[in-house]
Every structure is written in C-alpha cells, then in structure tokens.
C-alpha cells in the first residue's frame, strides 16, 4: 500500500517530465517530504478537447489525496480511499466508475513503507520505515483515479463547490515466480534484488506506469465496460514489477512516522545520520 509518500519537485518540473501543457492558472504547492492521505496533491489526467472531440489535452490539476465519490455525502469517505485495490477496482461503487471514464496519473519522488518486525520479535520491536524511490532520481506516476465532488452546502458559483480527489492503485509485491519471470524477461541482478526486497517489506505495491502504459492509461475516452477497463488495470499490473525493478530501497529514521515532521532529511538512508 501507500499511505506516506514524497512530492518535493516543482509544478514546472512535473510539467517538463510528465510532457502536460502549461497550467492555465499558477498552480502552487510547496515541497511536501511526507505527504499524508487528505493532502492536496499534483495529479497528471487527460481531457478531449470539447470543440474537436479528439485532440486531447494532458493537464496537472492540484487534488485531494483520497477519493470521494460523487454520492458521497461528505468527505469522510476520502479519508479511506486514499488506496484502490486494482483487483477489485472495477466492482467496488467508491472506483467502478471513475476506472472506467476518470483515470490519472499520481506522480511522487517516492513512498515510504514499513517493515513489521519479523515473527517471534521481542514486542518492543517496532515496524521500520523505507524510502523508496528511482535509483535515477526520475519521478514515479502510479496508476490513479480522480473524480469531482459537489459540496452542496457552498453556493452556486463559488469555486470551493467542487472539490478534485484522487486515489492510487495497488496490487500484490512481488513474489518469488515473479522475481523469476522478471529474470527471464532480461532484468538485471540489481533489480531482482530490489523486487525481492519489495516483496519482503509489505504484501501490497503501489502501481508503477512506464511511459507507454501512462499513455494509454490516461486516454480520456470512456471505456465501454468493466471488462475492458479490468483488462487496462491488467496492463498496469503486467507491467509494473519491471518498472519497479529500477528502484532502491533506503531504510531511515523514524521520524517520518509523525506527519508533522517534514523535510528533506526525512529521507535520508539511516547509516548517514547514525
């Protein structure tokens, strides 16, 4: 899962890399080292332009870390939905529909993770964070949703009535046939090191897209069933572990578990601060 994560890169940078069109409005969000789920986040989505019905237009809009459906009847349910199971997505009502016509990309620097003690720890063991996060310093775009929200309480005009949420997709770590299908398809020895390390830390991941696969999962047409928008979510996931495979895992102080706590140090390996 991911429920910690790194956004400390400017909006313009994200532009550059996510290849989206200048804002129209400045969009302002400071470097944010622990990012916590009813955050406003960057997300990365495609809209058809309405005046040709086929050119499209890729945007960073700034969104609520949590999704909130448009039945929902306050924002509670956000705070929950900051996770979407990706075997499930396309039944559950909170991201049936959104999965289908609404789907972004969530870009982060990077995730923090907790590793549980190992079974038969003294019970003053406690979980220990890692950071983890390209080896090349390049951002990660996981596999998102997005949806709008009316707040029926705010006035007819006034901008605060819609509210942007967002969600990320997770599937199982990899396992020990997956570490070995990955070796056959031609991934080096660091990165099976690093996928086994991934399965060990936690039984969930947050979805990686390579550029091909965030292209095509952005794609603004509305799909036209659950069955065609579960084959999309199958891409994802066929290909993720070999976009993971470029990270690296840094253990680091336990300070990241206190939100309120936040900067560049946060991510700093551990034996460079012992």
Known sequence: ????YVMARAIGDLVADSGAL????ELVLPPNWNVAPTVDVPVVLERAEPA????????IHVARWGLVPPWAKDLSVGSRAFNARSETVTEKPTFRSAVRARRCAVPVDGYYEWLKPEAGAPKSAKKRPFY????DGTPIYFAGLYEWWKDGSVPEGDPARWLLSCTMLTGPSPDATDVETARAEGVDQPGLDTLERLGGLHDR???PMDRDTLDEWLEPEKLSSAVAAGALVDRVRRQAFR???GWILDEVGTAVGNVRNNGP???EPLETLL
Do not use: F
Not at 132 to 135: A, G, I, K
């Open 1 to 4: 899962m991911c429920g910690r």
């Open 22 to 25: 200048e804002p129209d409005e």
């Open 52 to 59: 040709s019905g086929t050119e499209k237009r890729r945007e």
């Open 132 to 135: 983890v996060h390209p080896v």
């Open 205 to 207: 991941l947050p979805l």
């Open 243 to 245: 976009t993971a495979s």
């Open 265 to 267: 140090e946060l991510t």
